[in-house]
């Protein structure tokens, strides 16, 4: 038998188009010290959805179509704390016609400026229509944003 360590899939900051800054909260931290679990979540979802609105120019959350969350994952890497700064990596690795799958990473910014990676994730947005909630095609407007963040054949 041999003894096998299993490897950490990690990310490196050149893997994404874009690095969205995001800035932890002191209340970010949890009784341990560090930065809790869900709140990575919220990182993904801020820097996704942020990044949305300053390309399209467009307040998406006044869209007919809207993106819910149908999926989410996260490996956790590293521990983060306050008053951590943050860069997320966004790219796309799926692109449907009624939804985005993002891959993501959390890079922790060290004092030289280096990047090390705290986590890695995937986030699907299905789009729907505001009022019935039924899936509709992705805005062509998100769609032409998103675009830009395909690194696979998506």
Known sequence: MTNRQPTTPTAEPGQFPV???VQTRWADNDHYGHVNNVTYYSYFDSAVN????????????ELDAIGV???TSCRYLAELSF???LQVGLSVEGLGRRSVTYSLAIFREEDDGTLVAAATGRF???YVDMNTRRPVPI????RKAVHKLVTRSA
Not at 50 to 61: F, K, S
Not at 139 to 142: F, K, T
């Open 83 to 85: 008053p951590d700064r």
């Open 124 to 126: 699907t947005h299905v």
């Open 139 to 142: 805005p062509e407007q998100i």
């Open 69 to 71: 969350v149908a999926e």
């Open 50 to 61: 942020g990044w949305l609105m300053a390309t399209t120019g467009v307040d998406i959350r």
């Open 19 to 21: 690095l969205w800054p």
